[in-house]
């Protein structure tokens, strides 16, 4: 019987496939998974199923704050030397970054309250709360909270990066610069504002948006990339909002492990904005 598509079982090597990785470099060797792959510890006594999602999730998730850090950070120096168009680049990858985390909840979801109260007692006080690269994705965005920093005493490399974050400006600053540096009228209590601190609305700022949001063809480069902003701020409402959804219903109402009041706390997030002005344009346009 000859071998056909419809009957073939096993695909043949190629002759020119690698083989030989005594002198060569491995996709393993690569990306380092020997170590990867062994960063899993599970602690539950007797070990729990469920425990290894867990852990498997937030260690993703962590990855994935890693390069949206990375690029945050790229697009905030391209915008120092006015190169917009990649600096655009870099904020589209950054949304898609975020879908990914944003569709992560979703695996985390099919953990039940009865799955999850079998390995909580063994995170201890171990807590999302503590992630210090989540917590300078907020500083880069502009949500800066010097309180946050203390958190993270036990661990200097943390902490240094935090206070590096909380001393820098944040992307939106270095976006409002840009357009100080073109000829908007930025106002100067925004260029000269102590970035240490959370960014709060300028009601004159918004009158300069309301200038690119009447005549975008003329502003194109700032239309998009304000809208590129509100993307991300969106993007990042709706990880909010899943997280939030996540812990409800497989919490409920109990007490977070690290201490905090749980749902309610996840909550009040929802009501922090990164670029304040960006929305409230959005009353003026259209009269």
Known sequence: MSDTPETRVQRELEEGIQRDFSASMSYGAYLDLDRLLS?????????????LLFI????????WLKLMLHELRSARVLLTTDDLAPALKRLARVKHIQNQLTEQWSVLATLTPSEYAQIRPFLATSSGFQSYQYRAVEFILGNKNRDMVAVFDHDPTAKDLLTEALGEPSLYDEFLRYLHRRGYAIPQAVLQRDVTTPYRMDDDLVDVFAGVYADPSQHWGVYETCEE???????????????????????????GTGGSSGVDFLRRALDLTFF???YAVRTRIGG
Do not use: C, M, Y
């Open 229 to 255: 902003l509100v993307d991300i701020e969106d993007n990042f409402q709706t990880w909010r909002f899943r997280h939030l959804q996540v812990v409800t219903r497989t919490i409920g109402h109990k007490t």
């Open 39 to 51: 960063a899993q510890h599970p602690r539950s006594v007797p070990p729990q199923h469920d425990e």
């Open 56 to 63: 498997v999730q937030h260690q993703v998730a962590e990855l």
């Open 276 to 278: 304040p002005e960006l």
